[in-house]
């Protein structure tokens, strides 16, 4: 193989009550990586698309070219060399997963280049190591259900415990990236430290429910169970209009609304691409109301992650 | 009917990362009430066994006739009278849910008696405010199980939301009740009212683990979730010889061992009667090397809850 072309998907992390331990993709939008090999070793940036600039077009800086370095070093092949050149079709700071949506296109590009010397599950650790370069943070509730697909648990980091859930066919999610940013390394500085036990066992409890409710497909319990006692309450201050927003979605049948990630983008689960279309609407008018315009994403949920798009 | 007698299980509350949201039936001990009707109105007690004298004799300072008496208001029957004999088939303080089988046994019984004026969901309020007056707080990680069988989970309390989770028919359980006491009230009182924020997480990681190797029969999973960071690491001084008993379990292929409850029992899982009853007997030998003779029980998930052993 010369060349690969592939697309991993946004995600949304948290998911109302799971912080730092439940995600799930969306089909769309997501991050195109494109690698070319070359005769010499080492891997160049030949461009990056819709970043504005913000990225290091140096390799040896970029998190999405260090991690695919990572694994040929791991896998001895520094002699492969490689062109890339990453397309961002989401914006940096949107809460939608953008740096882990490259880095998943990256690692799963040049595996795909190399014949797949890895499975899926092996690729997992070097995107999460892209994310701790670009976000200071190696968290894994983007990067697993971006590379595995679903809706992802992260039970553990130390050692590494990832696996999915199935989850309701009809189940929708509506994704509104309003036009503000929230830097991540902001959101996670104002969260407390410390939690009551009182909201640590309410938190357990939607854990308990919404694995359950998706699981037994019973959306009452996906809807009561979508409530974030702990996170929520803290960062919904970084979004003008939260309360608003989410009022919206629920008034328009949402089973649950909340922050996507660290935010500002907010998503919303229902029943249908219907409901979930209407339930954007709402959401958006809601931003529009307050001078805030906003970007929609309606879609499934994504169970197949990141893409071959062409090989050759 | 004139005459019903009623048994209901012992349960296993916490189940180690569930800490006041997990709790599962077992199939022994239990407690039983015999409710036999009388000419006059008002519930008089006739007899309590093996509870070495230590439960209220007097029906208005009881618990379990309490709860009876509410139950016969809520209905405008208060023109019932009835005599209650109460069989203690465990001891009090116990961590097997003691309390909460016997008010279950009774709410059961006298909703038998009166043909069935209430769903068994129905009589779950009845028997939380039972928790409250015997044990000082309306906890339902016993009486939730105890009434509706299975491994239940309480989401929440404010609304009561409560629901069962499927289990794989080979998971058994040892428990284990050592001869000495721990009070409920003192076990609640070491807590701490702060989680950090790093252990919540992992606790919910285990709570989501737990439910989703249950529902999907996955033994690695469930093994690799009953984990407890907050409680067991607490509670855990309350019991001599926990850590050697709970390796005595881990070392004959327990699933995972933990406190029942707010002990001073222990409990532990595994994937046949066979394990279960080797487990129970490492489990008993650590105890006895330091002296503690201990009972034991060996038993499925109890998916029945309480059973009606008579009526005339």
């Given at each position: 193989m010369?060349y690969i072309k592939a697309f991993?998907?946004?995600?949304?992390?948290?998911?109302?009550?799971?912080?730092?331990?439940?995600?799930?993709?969306?089909?769309?939008?997501?991050?195109i990586v494109e690698v070319r090999?070359?005769?010499?070793?080492?891997?160049?940036?030949?461009?990056?698309?819709?970043?504005?600039?913000?990225?290091?077009?140096?390799?040896?800086?970029?998190?999405?070219?260090?991690?695919?370095?990572?694994?040929?070093?791991?896998?001895?092949?520094?002699?492969?060399?490689?062109?890339v050149t990453l397309h961002?079709?989401?914006?940096?700071?949107?809460?939608?997963?953008?740096?882990?949506?490259?880095?998943?296109a990256?690692?799963f590009a040049?595996?795909e280049l190399?014949?797949?010397?890895?499975?899926?599950?092996?690729?997992?650790?070097?995107?999460?190591?892209?994310?701790?370069?670009?976000?200071?943070?190696?968290?894994?509730?983007?990067?697993?259900?971006?590379?595995?697909?679903?809706?992802?648990?992260?039970?553990?980091?130390?050692?590494?415990?990832?696996?999915?859930?199935?989850?309701?066919?009809?189940?929708?999610?509506?994704?509104?990236?309003?036009?503000?940013?929230?830097?991540?390394?902001?959101?996670?500085?104002?969260?407390?430290?410390?939690?009551?036990?009182?909201?640590?066992?309410?938190?357990?409890?939607?854990?308990?429910?919404?694995?359950?409710?998706?699981?037994?497909?019973?959306?009452?319990?996906?809807?009561?169970?979508?409530?974030?006692?702990?996170?929520?309450?803290?960062?919904?201050?970084?979004?003008?209009?939260?309360?608003?927003?989410?009022?919206?979605?629920?008034?328009?049948?949402?089973?649950?609304?909340?922050?996507?990630?660290?935010?500002?983008?907010?998503?919303?689960?229902?029943?249908?691409?219907?409901?979930?279309?209407?339930?954007?609407?709402?959401?958006?008018?809601?931003?529009?109301?307050?001078?805030?315009?906003?970007?929609?994403?309606?879609?499934?949920?994504?169970?197949?992650?990141p893409k071959l798009l062409e090989k050759r």
């Open positions: 010369n991993a998907p946004a995600t949304v992390a948290n998911v109302a009550c799971g912080f730092d331990i439940f995600g799930f993709a969306v089909d769309e939008p997501g991050d090999r070359r005769d010499e070793p080492g891997i160049v940036i030949m461009d990056i698309t819709g970043d504005e600039g913000r990225l290091p077009r140096d390799a040896s800086r970029n998190a999405v070219t260090v991690v695919m370095q990572h694994l040929l070093k791991k896998l001895d092949r520094l002699d492969v060399g490689c062109e961002k079709n989401m914006p940096l700071g949107s809460g939608m997963g953008s740096s882990a949506a490259s880095a998943v990256g690692v040049i595996n190399l014949g797949q010397p890895f499975t899926r599950h092996q690729l997992l650790p070097f995107a999460i190591e892209g994310e701790r370069i670009a976000c200071g943070s190696a968290h894994a509730d983007n990067v697993g259900p971006s590379l595995l697909g679903g809706f992802v648990v992260i039970r553990s980091y130390q050692p590494l415990d990832v696996f999915t859930v199935p989850v309701p066919d009809s189940l929708h999610c509506t994704l509104v990236h309003p036009d503000i940013e929230v830097n991540t390394k902001d959101a996670r500085y104002i969260l407390r430290n410390e939690v009551s036990l009182k909201n640590t066992i309410s938190q357990m409890g939607n854990v308990a429910g919404l694995i359950t409710g998706l699981m037994k497909e019973d959306f009452d319990l996906i809807s009561r169970s979508l409530v974030d006692v702990i996170i929520e309450p803290v960062r919904a201050i970084l979004i003008p209009e939260f309360n608003e927003v989410k009022q919206a979605a629920l008034d328009n049948d949402a089973l649950g609304c909340s922050i996507s990630g660290a935010g500002p983008s907010m998503f919303a689960l229902s029943k249908s691409r219907l409901e979930a279309a209407r339930i954007g609407k709402a959401m958006q008018e809601t931003f529009e109301l307050a001078g805030i315009s906003s970007k929609l994403h309606v879609s499934g949920i994504n169970k197949e992650g």
